[in-house]
């Protein structure tokens, strides 16, 4: 009677099916009170051999109870709706919703369950839980949390609650299948087989807790250790600034010292030179006026003048050897120059070796080693038209150029002018089928067929683009899938080894990649297989 009187009027008010103020109320016998279209729809739903039962207290009633509608109950419901807005009952705000347990009680929209009833086999929101804790009917009913799979616990062969459990078959049964399918098993009880889960799930819980305290640790350590690899690396690239800032000087300095020796050789020789061609100027004086008193003498016509003034003349002096030296007298520059550039190679060497740069793996990255390809007119093959300062090629008919060794001869392919060697990135716009391909200069130009074809030899790599990819190398064929795209990226590092095609759009798509020693430096190439009009070029990454 307490909690009866603690309620508010709106709820004394409120119809336990739809939840809302009476509408057409309506007293039945035992005294609870309905909607009229909520009871009667409640009786004729669940109505079952001509007993009527309360929704609220299970009371049964037969005949049918005639209803007439409560006019001291419908006043007062008029003047609550008078007396202004009116609070929502605390249920209103648990409707249930989608994988929520609704109330099978419940008309028109559900209320939450808050318990479900094993043997009822239905869910029960809190208001319609009521009867379960008040009615001695209902005392010995299992209530377990709402569930949605009441089911489960329901014998599907004969419609029992599953109370024992088979330990044999490791299945729950009710006491009919203990009479048949599972006789002379060995059966306990549910509840006594939940308590001995009960344990092994405690166990298990340990376990399960200890690993997480382990895998805390784990975290912990690595945690630490990704703290020490950040230590490490940002003192490692400190230190790399220093001794690379400390390499420049030295190399400034060294630098400063070849210049300084090389000024000093040049100083010396040049004033040996000065020194030789002044004496060469000044003999070159006497010899011309030496000359000239033998012109005066030849036109004496006086025998004995001419003999006397012959006599009197001295005589030629010095060697008539150039005392310019024979011998190079640029080998120091030279061997300088060769030096530099030795130690140029030995450090480039060491660098790339002992300290390789990390493969690149966005497209930023890539692009730092843009290069421009040009093709070489010279390897050119027939039925294809250079254009755009040579950077690209069209198939055309009827096309003729003159002989040279490296023209493709019968082979619509072409090679770029320049070698290739370090880390180069080019891309190819073409239509389809095309090969974009990699080279070394020394691939067939005639002859057999598989020799100057690329990817049919171990000289050249090729990546066949038409409806598919399919890449080939030394003649042998590997299909490979990705998005179709009419632009290729190349990547090669050729010191490394690896050789790349990606598939360009709005993303860049790895097709290929090979890892090999490649023993020449490598030409970009290009061969167009399809029809008249087909084009490719080395275009500038956009």
């Keep these: 009677m307490a909690q009866q009187s603690n309620q508010a009027p709106e709820e004394k008010l409120s119809c336990s099916i739809c939840l809302d103020l009476l509408k057409d109320p309506v007293t039945i016998p035992c005294g609870h009170s309905y909607c009229m279209s909520c009871i009667t729809t409640s009786w004729d739903e669940g109505g079952q051999r001509g007993i009527y039962s309360c929704p609220q207290c299970r009371q049964t009633f037969s005949p049918r109870p005639v209803l007439v509608k ?121 509840a006594a087989e939940r308590t001995e889960k009960q ?44 001794i690379f800032t400390e390499l420049i000087r030295v190399i400034e300095k060294r630098s400063s010292e070849v210049k300084e020796q090389i000024r000093s050789s040049q100083k010396t020789e040049v004033s040996r030179v000065k020194e030789l061609q002044e004496k060469l100027d000044q003999e070159i004086v006497d010899l011309k006026k030496k000359n000239v008193e033998l012109e005066e003498l030849s036109r004496l ?29 640029l080998w120091y520059f030279e061997s300088v120059m060769a030096a530099v550039k030795a130690a140029r190679d030995k450090m480039q060497n060491i660098l790339t070796e002992k300290l390789p740069l990390a493969e690149p793996t966005t497209r930023a990255e890539f692009l730092r080693y843009s290069c421009q390809i040009t093709m070489d007119p010279n390897t050119v093959g027939a039925s294809l038209d250079l254009s755009e300062g040579n950077s690209k090629v069209t198939y055309v008919k009827n096309t003729k150029y003159p002989a040279h060794p490296d023209r493709f001869l019968q082979t619509t392919q072409v090679l770029s002018e320049d070698g290739l060697t370090g880390r180069c990135y080019w891309e190819v716009e073409t239509s389809r089928p095309a090969l974009v391909a990699v080279a070394y200069k020394s691939i067939g130009r005639s002859g057999d067929l598989h020799a100057r074809s690329f990817g049919f030899n171990n000289k050249s ?18 299909r490979i899938p990705g998005p179709k795209s009419s632009r290729i990226g190349v990547y090669l590092d050729h010191s490394a080894g690896i050789l790349a095609f990606f598939s360009i759009s709005e993303t860049m798509t790895l097709l290929h990649r090979v890892q ?27």
Excluded at 83 to 110: E, I, M, Q, S
Aim: charged share 25%; net charge negative; aromatic share 6%.
């Design 70 to 190: 409560s006019t001291v109950l419908a006043d007062l419901v008029e003047e609550l709706k008078k007396t202004g807005p009116r609070a929502a009952p605390a249920d209103l705000c648990c409707y249930a919703g989608p994988g929520d347990v609704a109330c099978d009680v419940c008309t028109g929209r559900k209320l939450k369950a808050f318990r479900s009833c094993l043997v009822c086999q239905a869910s029960y929101c809190e208001q319609h839980l009521q009867p379960h804790y008040q009615s001695p009917t209902f005392k010995k009913h299992k209530l377990i949390d709402a569930s949605i799979n009441l089911q489960d616990s329901v014998c599907s062969r004969h419609d029992e609650v599953m109370k024992i459990f088979c330990r044999t078959d490791q299945e729950c049964i009710c006491y009919l299948c203990l009479m048949d399918d599972h006789k002379g098993h060995d059966v306990v009880s549910a």
């Design 199 to 242: 344990k092994e799930l405690g166990e298990s819980q340990q376990n399960i807790e200890q690993r997480i305290r382990e895998r805390e640790k784990d975290v912990t350590l690595l945690q630490k250790e990704m703290e020490t690899i950040n230590y490490s690396a940002d003192k490692a690239v400190e230190d790399s600034e220093k």
């Design 301 to 329: 016509e006086d025998p004995t003048q001419f003999l006397h003034s012959y006599l009197s003349l001295s005589k030629l002096t010095g060697s008539t050897n150039s005392p310019v030296p024979k011998t190079n007298r």
């Design 461 to 478: 790599w090729a990546l066949r683009c038409d409806n598919s990819y399919i890449f080939r190398h030394d003649n042998c064929s590997l």
């Design 516 to 542: 090999t020693t490649f023993a020449e430096p490598l030409h970009a190439g290009l061969c167009l297989l399809g029809f008249c009009g087909d084009t490719a070029e080395f275009c500038k990454p956009r």
